[in-house]
C-alpha cells in the first residue's frame, strides 16, 4: 500500500526510490493539540457572542482545572467597520492552589473489584493537609487493605459509609491515593464521588462507571425443527 498511496521519486545515480517530502510529512505528521494539551479543556473559553447596543458584553466561563499559562484573544466582525482583532493577547494564569483530579474504569462487570486513582495537588509554595472522602453509595463498598498489602479477592473484608484518608501534599507537589472498590450495583450507571478538603479550599469530582452483568448478551436466536408428533 505504501508504493500504491504516496508518490515514489527514482533517484538514478543510486538506483533506489525515495519519498518525497510531501510524502514523508504526511507520513509522519503529528497532531501537535492531540499529543500536547488536553483537548477536553481546550475550548473552556471558546465563545461567540452578539455585541448589542450597550457595547460590551459579560461572559462567566469555568476555568479547567490544571496547572497552565492560557493565552486568551479575540477577533470581531463589524458590518460598517469590517474585521479587527484583540491589539495584544491576554496572558492568564488560572492554577488553582488546590484541585484534585480522578481516574478510572468507564466500564467494569457486575461483582469485579475496581481502583480508583486520585491525584492531589498542591500548587502551594507549602506543605499543606487535606482529608480526602470516599462518599457511602449503595453501588459499591470499600476493600480493606491488610497488612503487608494482603487482599483476599474472593473474599476481602468490605466495608460501608464514608471513608476519609489524612495525608500531608508538599509544597508543589502532589499525592495519589488509589481507592480500591468492590461493585455491588448488578447492571446500569453508578457515580463514585470523591471530595478533598484542605485548609482553604474543597474540590468534588464525580466519576459515572457502567456496570455490566456477566456473560455476553444473545442478539439472534437459532430456528431449530422440533418433532411434537410423540410428545405432549
Not at 65 to 73: M, R
Not at 177 to 191: C, D, F, H, K, T
Not at 199 to 208: A, G, P, Y
Request: charged fraction near 25%; charge should be negative; proline fraction near 5%.
Amino acid at each position: 500500500r505504501l508504493y500504491n498511496d504516496f508518490p515514489l521519486q527514482h533517484d538514478e545515480q543510486t538506483d533506489s526510490l525515495e519519498l518525497s517530502s510531501d510524502t514523508l510529512f504526511r507520513l509522519f505528521r503529528t497532531h501537535f493539540i492531540m499529543d500536547m494539551f488536553d483537548v477536553d479543556d481546550l475550548g473552556w473559553c471558546n465563545a461567540e457572542l452578539w455585541i448589542g447596543h450597550r457595547g460590551q458584553e459579560e461572559l462567566q466561563r469555568e476555568i479547567a482545572k490544571t496547572a497552565d499559562l492560557w493565552v486568551i484573544e479575540g477577533y470581531a466582525i463589524h458590518p460598517e467597520h469590517g474585521f479587527s482583532f484583540t491589539k495584544q493577547p491576554i496572558f492568564f494564569t488560572g492554577d488553582p492552589p488546590f484541585y484534585i483530579l480522578v481516574e478510572g474504569p468507564s466500564v467494569c462487570r457486575r461483582g469485579e473489584q475496581i481502583s480508583i486513582r486520585v491525584l492531589l495537588y498542591n500548587m502551594l509554595s507549602t506543605t499543606i493537609q487535606a482529608v480526602l472522602l470516599l462518599h457511602d453509595s449503595d453501588d459499591y463498598m470499600f476493600v480493606h487493605v491488610e497488612k503487608d498489602g494482603d487482599v483476599q479477592h474472593f473474599h476481602p473484608r468490605l466495608s460501608r459509609g464514608e471513608h476519609q484518608h489524612l495525608l500531608f501534599i508538599p509544597g508543589e507537589g502532589l499525592q495519589e491515593v488509589v481507592l480500591p472498590l468492590a461493585v455491588i450495583r448488578q447492571s446500569g450507571m453508578m457515580e463514585v464521588t470523591v471530595e478533598a478538603v484542605s485548609q482553604f479550599r474543597r474540590d468534588t469530582e464525580v466519576m459515572e462507571i457502567e456496570v455490566k452483568p456477566e456473560g455476553v448478551p444473545v442478539r439472534k436466536h437459532t430456528s431449530m425443527l422440533l418433532d411434537l408428533r410423540n410428545r405432549a
